[in-house]
């Protein structure tokens, strides 16, 4: 069964304190892997895509990493407008059609 | 450009009601999705339509009924709410998936929050 786990499930960092969230990913044969920022009452915020192993993406303090089993976000020097649930979604094919399976998301909380 | 949009926002039923959520997009995207995103929860996909007059059923697809009769428009119908369907609903759309390796990603609207009591 194609699964897709983002650890830890919650993250308090000081403003200006780097860190990472962890997505692993158990799927037969990927196609693609979405993050995506979820504001509070909002609907997710599509960041990146990563089709395959070694690939890495930025935008402005987020860095997405690939290998074959997980990804990384990785957050430099983060500031508050950076808190949001962050949310990992794995393209896997299902009874002969594509979907995207999504984690449980890492609520990340920076603080001043 | 005003991307997917859901109405109503916020909606409180009773046990036995029926009620359509609405979903629109403006982007021209073949693609458009049904998901459900219940606490601590990841998004489940209800159903799913890959052009106007084509639906297929996703993962919890049981309660609900969805129609696709023009591109834009894609609703979500239920018919006998239940409690067990008290969720944030979120339409999603995106471009049709070309070629072996490249996959679009969906963009989504803000939710439709549904307490069916």
């Known amino acids: 069964e194609d699964q897709v786990t983002q650890s830890p499930e919650a993250l308090r960092l000081q403003e200006g304190e780097s860190s990472s969230l962890n997505c692993s990913y158990t799927?037969?044969?990927?196609?693609?892997l979405f993050w995506y920022r979820q504001d509070p009452g909002k609907g997710p915020e599509f960041l990146f895509t990563l089709y395959s192993a070694g690939e890495e993406k930025e935008k402005e303090r987020l860095k997405a990493t690939l290998t074959k089993k997980e990804s990384f976000l990785h957050i430099t020097a983060p500031k508050p407008e950076d808190s949001a649930t962050y949310l990992c979604?794995?393209?896997?094919?299902?009874?002969?059609?594509?979907?995207?399976?999504f984690g449980k998301g890492t609520k990340l909380t920076v603080n001043p | 450009n005003a991307g997917v949009t859901q109405t109503p926002k916020f909606r409180i039923l009773k046990i036995g009601q029926s009620m359509t959520l609405q979903c629109t997009q403006d982007?021209?995207?073949?693609?458009m999705y049904w998901y459900r995103q219940d606490p601590g929860m990841g998004l489940k996909l209800i159903y799913y339509?890959?052009?106007?007059?084509?639906?297929d059923k996703g993962e919890v697809p049981n309660g609900y009924n969805v129609s696709r009769s023009t591109t834009e428009d894609f609703p979500l119908r239920l018919e006998l709410a239940a409690p067990s369907q008290t969720s944030v609903y979120f339409c999603?759309?995106?471009?049709?998936?070309?070629?072996?390796?490249?996959?679009?990603?969906?963009?989504f609207g803000d939710g439709t929050r549904l307490s069916i009591l």
């Open positions: 999603a759309s995106s471009y049709p998936t070309g070629g072996a390796a490249v996959r679009q990603p969906q963009h």
């Open positions: 982007m021209n995207h073949n693609y």
């Open positions: 339509s890959v052009g106007a007059g084509i639906t």
């Open positions: 979604a794995v393209q896997a094919r299902q009874g002969g059609s594509e979907k995207l399976v």
């Open positions: 799927v037969s044969g990927l196609r693609g």
